[in-house]
């Protein structure tokens, strides 16, 4: 049987953890902000579905990539005195992940946007 407190308290720890990595991950900030400037300009440039879903897929990626990075730092940081080597290695590879993400949010990005950009500027200057 579905406990509806216990689903509503497992909504606000998830709400808490996203309110405290906006506030202290400054990439995550940034990347969100990235992510709604681009659903700005999706919606000015009249979207599909298609591309919708593929958009907030990719910014959804990129976001949760941030998360699970900044959650793995917290833990590593508990092994610190003792893993200091291998802490080094998780972050890099966490960071690398991201970094990953976000490189491939570029490309999905230019396949989605530049095509009606192109079209918007040789419609206006014909």
Request: overall charge positive; some cysteine; glycine content about 4%.
């Amino acid at each position: 049987m579905l406990k509806w407190r216990r689903l509503v308290k497992s909504f606000r720890y998830a709400h808490q953890g996203l309110v405290k990595v906006f506030r202290e991950e400054q990439n995550f900030a940034v990347e969100l902000l990235i992510g709604l400037v681009a659903v700005v300009l999706a919606s000015f440039l009249d979207f599909s579905l298609i591309k919708w879903a593929i958009l907030l897929l990719t910014c959804g990626l990129v976001l949760v990539a941030e998360l699970l990075n900044s959650a793995i730092e917290r833990v590593t940081d508990l092994l610190k005195p003792r893993l200091d080597v291998y802490v080094k290695e998780i972050k890099d590879i966490m960071a690398a992940a991201v970094f990953l993400a976000a490189g491939l949010s570029i490309v999905v990005g230019c396949c989605l946007f530049l095509p009606p950009i192109i079209k918007l500027f040789i419609n206006i200057f014909q």
